[in-house]
Structure formats: C-alpha cells, structure tokens
T-cell receptor, first 116, second 115 residues
C-alpha cells in the first residue's frame, strides 16, 4: 500500500484565490511527522510546512496552513491568496518514528498552476 | 549562499561510463541524505549519513552505487557502469538533528541522462 497518496495530479487556481492540495497517509506508527515541499521547474525542493503527529494545533507558515485530520489520516495543504509564483509541483512527505535520522517517504505530487 | 549545493547540475553520459556527483550540505548539518527522483514521481530515498557514518541504505542502491562522506562534510555519490534506467534527478538533503521536528533541506539536484 502507498504510504503517501496525493490524488490530484494537477490543479488550477485563479490568482488571489485559496487552494487545497490533498494528502492522505498510511502508518501504524503513532509518532510521525508530515511535511510539504514545493518543487519549481528548477528542481530544488523547498520546505514549506511541518506537522507532528502529536501537535494539537494545525501548523501555519505565512500563506501556508496544514489541515491535519488525524483520524482520517489526511494532511491537506491550504495555500491562501495564490500568487503566480506558486505555480510548481507540491509534494507531501512523511517521516515515521521519532528517530531523527529516518528518511522521508514522498507522494507522487500535485502540479499547481495559478492562472492570472 | 549557505544552502545545500550540488555539482554538477547536469550530466550526460554514455551507458557503461562511471559518474560521480558531489553534495555540500549546509554548514554544521550532521545528517546528509541522497534521494533519486524519476520523471513524474516523488523522490525516493537512497542512503543516509550521520557525520561520516553511512547508517542506512535503500534496496534501490544496487552494488553499482556507492556513497561516501569523508570527514563528515561533503558527500559523493558514484554510479559505476551506468544504465539507461539510472537517468533521473539525484537530490541531496541535509539536516541538523533537532528531535522530531528535524527538517531536511534539499539542494538543486543533479540531472543525469544516460544515453
């Protein structure tokens, strides 16, 4: 079974509107971390936001927020007030366990296109 | 620029040749990771170093692949006898162990094309 599933291969959003990118995950470990990365066409993976499995509140970082629903095992990324520069691939990733050396497992990504 | 750097950014080689990539992590980051990303997919873990010790290797890392991190600073990833299936983006990431919120920061990647 896929550990990280991103069901939207591509999404369009109008500039200045909000958009939600979906991510569901699968783990039996009670301790895990969830990450979102942005990958522009240049290729570099840019860290956006982190949510820990024991965090009581949803994470927020500027225009990015994470809608964490633990019972549903979903960690959707919400981007508010979309900008043209937000057009990129977005990847959801998970690290299982509290061993800080554990690798990240990535989903297949969602391509976001912001329309002017 | 104090981010993760990788060299070269692009590499074209013929099947059967050896290639070597370099990664310079963020200064003082003790952990270094290599990932591989094929077209249209998310990155897949290859291997991980803590300081100079290689602590984990994926089954994706065949015996044609070798990685080193001498002195716990920069790292190299070598692919021997390249195959067309090795064509991919090779991403390096580094982190500073800070418990459960440890964040991996990625470099720009090396795009490999094997002809």
């Amino acid at each position: 079974a896929q550990k990280i599933t991103q069901t939207q291969p591509g999404m369009f959003v109008q500039e200045k509107e909000a958009v939600t990118l979906d991510c569901t995950y699968d783990t039996s470990d009670p301790s895990y971390g969830l990450f979102w990365y942005k990958q522009p066409s240049s290729g570099e993976m840019i860290f956006l936001i982190y949510q820990g499995s024991y965090d009581q509140q949803n994470a927020t970082e500027g225009r990015y927020s994470l809608n964490f629903q633990k019972a549903r095992k979903s960690a959707n990324l919400v981007i508010s007030a979309s900008q043209l520069g937000d057009s990129a691939m977005y990847f959801c990733a998970m690290r299982e366990g509290w061993n800080a050396g554990n690798m990240l497992t990535f989903g297949g990504g969602t391509r976001l296109m912001v329309k002017p | 620029d104090t981010g993760v750097s990788q060299d070269p950014r692009h590499k074209i080689t013929k099947r059967g040749q050896n290639v070597t990539f370099r990664c310079d992590p963020i200064s003082e980051h003790n952990r270094l990771y290599w990932y591989r990303q094929t077209l249209g997919q998310g990155p897949e873990f290859l291997t991980y170093f803590q300081n100079e010790a290689q602590l984990e290797k994926s089954r994706l890392l065949s015996d044609r692949f070798s990685a080193e991190r001498p002195k716990g600073s920069f790292s190299t990833l070598e692919i021997q006898r390249t195959e067309q299936g090795d064509s991919a983006m090779y991403l390096c990431a580094s982190s500073l162990g800070e418990g459960n919120q440890e964040t991996q920061y990625f470099g720009p990647g090396t795009r490999l094309l094997v002809l």
